[in-house]
Nanobody, 133 residues
Framework: QVQLVESGGGWVPAGGSLSLSCAAS????????MAWFRQAPGKEREKVAV???????????YHADSVKGRFTVAQDNAKNTLYLQMNSLKVEDTAMYYC???????????????????????WGQGTQVTVSS
């Protein structure tokens, strides 16, 4: 059973940076499709960034327009860890951030990067990010 545990959330002033981590345990096998979602109170869950990996040095990524140029998703296969580096944070980035993973034997980057939240198999418990003005 795959388990995902996020860490790194907290409070930061606008313009600051935070780095989120998501440690995966329980045997995620390549290819992997992992993502960061966020949900603010009263809003729908939003896909922030996705990374598809089919090998140690093979990655495809997606970033939502709202975070492009400010957030960067990365994955360390050796450590089974997903990262989200968040720079130039804005008040509107305040939300609960969730890590998600999907495992499919014949997955591909096209399917992974376009995958909806409802199609992800595994979810973390979330980590709160609060950006103050």
């Amino acid at each position: 059973q795959v388990q995902l545990v996020e860490s790194g959330g907290g409070w930061v002033p606008a313009g600051g940076s935070l780095s989120l981590s998501c440690a995966a345990s329980g045997g995620l096998l390549s290819p992997t499709c992992m993502a960061w979602f966020r949900q603010a109170p009263g809003k729908e869950r939003e896909k922030v960034a996705v990374i598809y990996s089919s090998g140690p040095n093979s990655y495809h990524t997606y970033h939502a327009d709202s975070v492009k140029g400010r957030f960067t998703v990365a994955q360390d296969n050796a450590k089974n860890t997903l990262y989200l580096q968040m720079n130039s944070l804005k008040v509107e980035d305040t939300a609960m951030y969730y890590c998600a993973a999907h495992q499919e034997e014949y997955d591909n980057s096209w399917n992974c990067l376009g995958r909806a939240a409802s199609q992800y198999t595994y979810w973390g418990q979330g980590t709160q990010v609060t950006v103050s003005s």
